[in-house]
């Protein structure tokens, strides 16, 4: 793989998942024994296995071989059958099986057939990688909805420094005098949230990386985003600073109690009000 894949534990075996969720069926079949691919081997030469496969694979692989699969199908529960992802897939140009080489490399299902798998190994391995899986696509859920909204906090700051850059800042100024001026506007509005500039931030917080904006609440970073619009339209209205600054942080004394006490926020987390 390209890279190293996700892991979670399931009644003490990591199992590896890709990013396009393909779970190791090496690591599950470790379970059963530490010769992985005589597991998996014996479990694809089982008559069951091969129908659900050719089911999966005829829902969702249009370029799927039929008659290769036929074949196999006839061919299986005879002593003398034997059957390697890497020759089923070859064979049949099946998508839902995934063989890899290197140093994260194994055999690979979709989720669907990495659970049938799971619940032929053992019925209580199968619940407890449910149970985990799940787990990680919520991790992964709320984590994706951290990142839109941080997105929302860059694109809105473009907005605003754009502003800037329009209103603020004659052509005549150096590169530094232009980076002062970007400077003073990003702390006119940790000011008017949350009372202090970045360096007096970094003052009081020795020991953290980033910015005070790494560390905000999802009700702060909401508030932010909507600031920045603010603060750039009353840039355009060529509002001086002292007065853009009031009229923030009053903004923000307002939507953060709106956040805070209405339940918005929740509603935001995706929980309960």
Known sequence: MSQKAKTITVLNEEIRITKEDYISLTDIAKHKSDDSSAVIGNWMRNRNTI???????????????????????????????????????????????????GRYGGTYAHKDI????????????????????QRLKQ??????????????????????????????????????????????????????????????????????????????????????ANLETLNAHFIQQALVQQERLRLLNNTAIQQMRLLTEDGSIKKLQGGKA
């Open 51 to 101: 129908e659900f496969l050719g089911v999966w694979e005829t829902l969702f692989n249009p370029d799927f071989k039929p008659l290769e699969f036929e074949g196999f199908k006839k061919q299986a529960g005879l002593n003398a059958f034997t059957l390697s992802p890497q020759k089923w897939l070859s064979t049949t140009k099946a998508i839902g099986l995934q063989a890899k080489a």
């Open 114 to 133: 990495a659970l049938k798998f799971a619940s032929w190994i053992s019925v209580e391995f199968e619940l407890y990688l449910i149970k985990e899986f």
């Open 139 to 224: 991790q992964e859920h709320e984590q994706l909805g951290w990142d839109v909204k941080r997105q929302l906090t860059k694109i809105n700051y473009r907005i605003h420094t754009d502003a800037v850059k329009e209103n603020l800042i004659p052509s005549e100024l150096t590169q530094q005098q232009i980076s002062l001026v970007y400077a003073s506007e990003a702390d006119l509005l940790n000011m008017a949230l949350f009372g202090k500039t970045a360096k007096q931030w970094r003052d009081e917080n020795p020991g953290k990386s980033g910015n005070v904006r790494d560390y905000v609440n999802v009700a702060q970073l909401v508030c932010l």
